[in-house]
C-alpha cells in the first residue's frame, strides 16, 4: 500500500490561520503588532524570491513587515551595523539575515551579532544551548516544521528510532535535539557513517537532510516508516532546458514502502516560513511579558 502522504502545505496554512489569530488578540487586546525582520545581502535570483515570500505571508498575518536589502558590496562592518540597529529597534520583534551570504562575510559573526530574543532563525549559540537542554528557545524554523509534521502522523514517537541523514547546525543537530525531547532513540548519520543504507533500514522515523538528490533509496526504508524530506534539489528535467524539484529521498521508490512521507515540494518547505512566523509571536510576547496562546 503507498504510504499515506503527509501534506505541508495544509499543514502550514492551518499553523498560519492559528498564528493570524493570535496577532489579531495581541493587537487587540496588548496593542502589540509582532514584526520581522529580513536583511537580505547581494541578489542571488532564489534568495530574492524566498524574501518576497516572507514578506507577503508576513503582511498577511497581520505583522510588520520590514526589508532591508543591500548590494552584495557589503561589508562586514555595515552588515553589522543593520543588525544592530534592528536589536535597538522597540518594533523589531524578529530578524532573519538570509543565508547564504555572500563568501567576503563572516556568517559565525553575523549570527552571534543578532541579539538572541530576537533570533528567530534560533542559529544563536545562546538558543542553540538552550535547545541542547531543554530550556525555552527560539528553535531553528526548518527543524521545528519536521517534527510538526512527524506529530501530525504520529502525536506520540517516544520510543522509535530516529536516524537522521545530515550534521548541519541548521537542521541536523536541532533535529536531533527535538526528537530527543519527544523521547526517540536518535542516531545522527554523516557522510563517514559505515553502512548507510542498513542504518536507514532500522529507522522508524527517518529524516533526510543531506543535500544530496534522491540519495535514499527505497531499499533503505524500513516498511511503514515515517520519512520526513528536508532536501530541495533542483535537477534536469525529461524536457531539455528546464528543471525539476527533487529532495534527498527517492519518493516514488520510498513512497512504495514507507508508511508516510513528505514530498517535495509541499511536504518541510512551507512549513519553513510559517515557523518562522511563529517564532516572531514568540519573541513579541516574551519581550513583553505576555503568556503565549494556548498550544502555541
Known amino acids: 500500500m503507498p504510504a499515506h502522504l503527509i501534506d505541508g502545505k495544509a499543514i502550514a496554512t492551518r499553523l498560519i490561520e ?30 530574492q524570491v ?8 508576513t503582511a498577511a498575518a497581520g505583522m ?34 538570509q543565508l547564504p551570504l555572500p563568501s567576503h562575510l563572516a556568517e559565525d559573526e553575523v549570527i552571534e551579532a543578532i541579539d538572541p530574543a530576537k533570533d528567530v532563525d534560533g542559529f544563536h549559540p545562546i538558543n542553540v544551548g538552550r535547545l541542547s537542554i531543554g530550556a525555552p528557545a527560539l528553535v531553528p524554523c526548518t527543524p521545528y516544521g519536521c517534527s510538526l509534521l512527524l506529530r501530525s502522523v504520529q502525536p506520540d514517537p517516544a520510543g522509535q528510532h530516529a536516524v537522521i541523514v545530515g550534521r548541519s547546525n541548521i537542521v541536523g543537530k536541532p533535529m536531533a535535539q527535538l526528537l530527543l525531547a519527544l523521547n526517540c532513540t536518535v542516531t545522527i548519520a554523516h557522510s563517514r557513517t559505515r553502512d548507510l543504507p542498513a542504518l536507514a533500514r532500522s529507522a522508524d522515523i527517518l529524516v533526510a537532510a543531506v543535500g544530496r538528490p534522491e540519495m535514499v533509496r527505497g531499499d533503505w526504508i524500513k516498511p511503514g516508516a515515517c520519512v520526513i524530506d528536508v532536501g530541495i534539489n533542483r535537477v534536469p528535467a525529461a524536457e531539455p532546458g528546464k ?48 503568556g503565549l496562546p494556548v498550544d502555541f
Open 243 to 290: 528543471t525539476r524539484l527533487v529532495g534527498d529521498v527517492a519518493f516514488a521508490e520510498a513512497a512504495e514502502v514507507a508508511g508516510a512521507i513528505t514530498p517535495v515540494p509541499g511536504g518541510v518547505g512551507p512549513m519553513t516560513i510559517a515557523c518562522l512566523l511563529r517564532n516572531t509571536v514568540i519573541a513579541a510576547c516574551r519581550v513583553r511579558g505576555i
Open 64 to 97: 510588520r513587515s520590514f526589508e532591508h536589502v543591500l548590494p552584495a558590496s557589503t561589508t562586514q562592518a555595515q552588515l553589522l551595523a543593520v543588525v544592530r540597529q534592528l536589536n535597538r529597534d522597540p518594533g523589531v520583534h524578529g530578524i532573519l539575515v
Open 50 to 57: 524566498y524574501v518576497r515570500n516572507k514578506a507577503r505571508q
Open 18 to 47: 492559528h498564528i493570524t489569530a493570535a496577532v489579531s488578540d495581541l493587537r487587540a487586546a496588548h496593542d502589540l503588532q509582532p514584526g520581522l525582520a529580513v536583511v537580505l545581502v547581494g541578489d542571488d535570483p532564489a534568495s
